[in-house]
């Protein structure tokens, strides 16, 4: 198969139907000069070179010798043509796998046991991240730039500023809140030598900021509204359906911040499903943070819906008036889901049009909870990631997802990027507990696993060992 395609294949266009306006490849813009709404990368699929089946990407899996055979993300360029081989910026991203976990299944309730985890935090940054941010980075490259930025809960930062350190290309500027990021990420954009501009404010302040300044210094801007970076993150999706031989699994679970990974979920299954490469599509769910849940309210509880291209401006509109009255601010242990007003709300709802979504929130207590759970049942993952297994636990004790369904929870981030929550859970330390975790409201650890303290001796140590093992 040939992985190199021609750029011209590609154009952008307005996600509106009613607009729909195009632009080209090499325009750098977040939304359509003539309605606002957000961009789509689009192929011409007539003139590009997509696969015939999906198995014909297994051929590449014996050329790991190639940067782009290998990277998880550009062994799928055939369905992101968007970009020429030799302008792809990559540094050998997207070796994740997928984990069967039927001790996760079992706290999940599937009594098929067949739950799967993909793991998105081997990434060489430690989030899924990097799958948008190679895509990113090359289209950057692509048009000359010079500097990125993104504001960031974290690991946006941290992969911006890992891409930016690896390949030398650009200069990374990173914006954050105070305060609201964890230890692990701010010390990976810190390490990677990122301009770190930290603002008194959250999340929503600083991408508002963000924005702003990269307009007015022609920064490149890496945030999901770039909608060349939801194109790499469509590999997820791709990589899934691989680690499952290519069949279609029942329902894709995630947890929603900005919106920007089920966004691309729901393009790559609309893109697969129009080349005829699957011929189902899985239901998708989105879980929301309860301090952080406006796609929950507006979907869920307001009805808010894509309504083929126009959602209702009177249901989001006075949603967010709301938040501005009431000074309401979002707030998790999740940290990187906390966000009131997500950038890609309008492609998201897009994707549960498509995919039959539903969307539900979960208490910090269950995200924790959860996280434990995949802790003690696999490799781990940050609070965020906890929220895709509590909400595939809540569907299922809701019965939406059935007793024998085959289910997909994405672990978006590595267990050591928030080590002050896992500690909290699990060290049994009552005041750490109650300044990390019970400010969250949090009142129980209902699986942790203390630290044994005992004396330094051998005698000691040997029983304690024995009456606890
Ligand atoms: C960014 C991020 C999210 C949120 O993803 P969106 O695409 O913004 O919805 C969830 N988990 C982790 C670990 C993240 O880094
Ligand atoms: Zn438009």
Redesign the pocket.
Known sequence: MNVSTKVDVAFQRCINPQCATTYGVDEVRIACGKCGSLLDVVYDWDRATPPKSLSDFEELWSRRYDPLALSGVWRFHSLMPFAQAEQIVTVGEGQTLLQHSLAVAKYVGLTSGDLHLQYEGLNPSG???DNGMTAAFTHARSIGAKRAACAS?G??SASLAMYASVTQLMKAIIFIGSGKISYGKLSQALDYGALTVQIAGDFDDAMQRVVQVTEKLGIYLVN?VNPFRLEGQKSVMFRVLEGLRWEVPDWIVV????????SAFGKAFMELKELGLIDRVPRLAVINASGANTLYELYEKRGLRWNEGSPQADIIDPYYAELDDQQKRASTIAS??EINR?VNLTKCLRALDFCNGVVREVTDQQILDAKAQVGAGGFGC?P??GASVAGAKLLREEGIIGADERVVCIL??HVL?DPDATVAYHAGDREKFDTVLGSRGVEKASFANHAVAVENDLDEIVRTIEQNS
């Open positions: 989030s899924f991240k809960t690991n946006t999901s947890p929603g911040g900005n919106l920007g990974n089920s990187a889901i997500p940050e965020a990631s978006t981030g990027k």
